[in-house]
């Protein structure tokens, strides 16, 4: 399950959760107040306690993946690591040059993939989120559209997908 599933209102589960029931488990936020995801197993930890309070004898397990999916070094996009390197060498450099900021990749629409490397004022992208585009999503069904898979191919580095989608 994602760790952004929400109701039909667009709140986040475990901000209702924690809300709801006063749990210090869920809902807990970041230093610019955005409800901390991932990265805690509080998502895991929270459904595994409710499944076992609701089936008597239950044996709960919940993993929560975050380096996981990291590690197979053999599947690592090159694209992908090309960028993560010059977002690293562009944030040493604004590191000495400015007080703050957050380095971004700003992805140029051209024939070729590419994508320039900036400084944007924290204030700009901190306590923001932004949602995954409504072209990208099949209405019909939890399926992605071909728009999204022209915007994703060029960053996996042209690895064709294997099965559907889903979201």
């Not at 380096?67 to 690293?88: K, M, N, P, W």
């Not at 992605?144 to 060029?154: I, L």
């Amino acid at each position: 399950i994602s760790e952004g599933v929400h109701n039909e209102d667009g709140e986040y589960f475990l901000q209702t959760y924690a809300d709801q029931t006063g749990s210090g488990l869920a809902g807990k936020t970041d230093s610019h107040g955005n409800i901390q995801l991932s990265g805690s197993g509080a998502l895991g930890d929270t459904l595994t306690n409710i499944v076992s309070e609701y089936i008597e004898g239950a044996r709960v397990r919940a993993d929560t993946f975050g380096y996981l999916q990291r590690s197979f070094i053999a599947d690592i996009s090159q694209v992908d690591a090309e960028e993560a390197e010059r977002v690293g060498q562009h944030a040493v450099i604004a590191s000495k040059e400015l007080d703050s900021g957050s380095v971004i990749l700003k992805r140029q629409f051209s024939e070729k993939y590419h994508c320039d490397v900036e400084v944007v004022d924290l204030h700009k992208v901190a306590k923001h989120t932004k949602d995954m585009p409504e072209e990208f999503l099949d209405g019909t069904k939890p399926y992605v559209t071909n728009d999204f898979f022209e915007y994703a191919m060029p960053l996996t580095g042209g690895i064709e997908p294997k099965t559907q989608i889903f979201v």
